[in-house]
C-alpha cells in the first residue's frame, strides 16, 4: 500500500504542474503566454486548439483521479490501530468488595 500511496503522490504533483504550464499556454481572450512564445506559440496553440483542450481535460482528469485515490487511501491507512488487535484484554482492577465499617461507631 506504501508503494501505490508515493506512486500516486508522484503522479499527483507531476499532474499539477504540468496541468499549470498546460492552462498558461492556453489562448484566452488576453492572448496569455502563448504571446510570449511569439509566432510560434499562436501556430501551436492557435485557432485549431482542440487538442490542447483535450490534453488539459485528461491531465485535470487524472488529477482528480489521484487526490481522490490518495485521499480515499490515506483515510484507509489512518483507521488502522496502532496497537494491532492481537493480545489479551486488559481491564481496569475492581475495587475489594470486603469493606469494614468505620470504627467507633
Not at 488529477?63 to 496502532?82: I, P, Q
Request: charged share 10%; glycine share 14%; hydrophobic share 45%.
Amino acid at each position: 500500500m506504501e508503494l501505490l500511496i508515493t506512486f500516486l503522490y508522484i503522479l499527483f504533483v507531476l499532474s499539477a504542474i504540468v496541468l499549470v504550464v498546460v492552462i498558461l499556454l492556453q489562448e484566452g481572450k488576453g492572448g496569455g503566454l502563448t504571446e510570449a512564445l511569439g509566432t510560434a506559440g499562436q501556430q501551436t496553440f492557435g485557432v485549431a486548439a482542440s487538442g490542447i483542450h483535450k490534453f488539459t481535460g485528461w491531465t485535470g482528469a487524472i488529477f482528480l483521479v489521484c487526490a481522490l485515490g490518495l485521499h480515499v487511501l490515506n483515510r484507509m491507512k489512518s483507521e488502522e490501530s496502532v496497537v494491532g488487535t492481537s493480545g489479551p484484554e486488559v481491564t481496569a482492577p475492581t475495587p475489594p468488595t470486603d469493606t469494614a465499617p468505620p470504627s467507633g461507631q
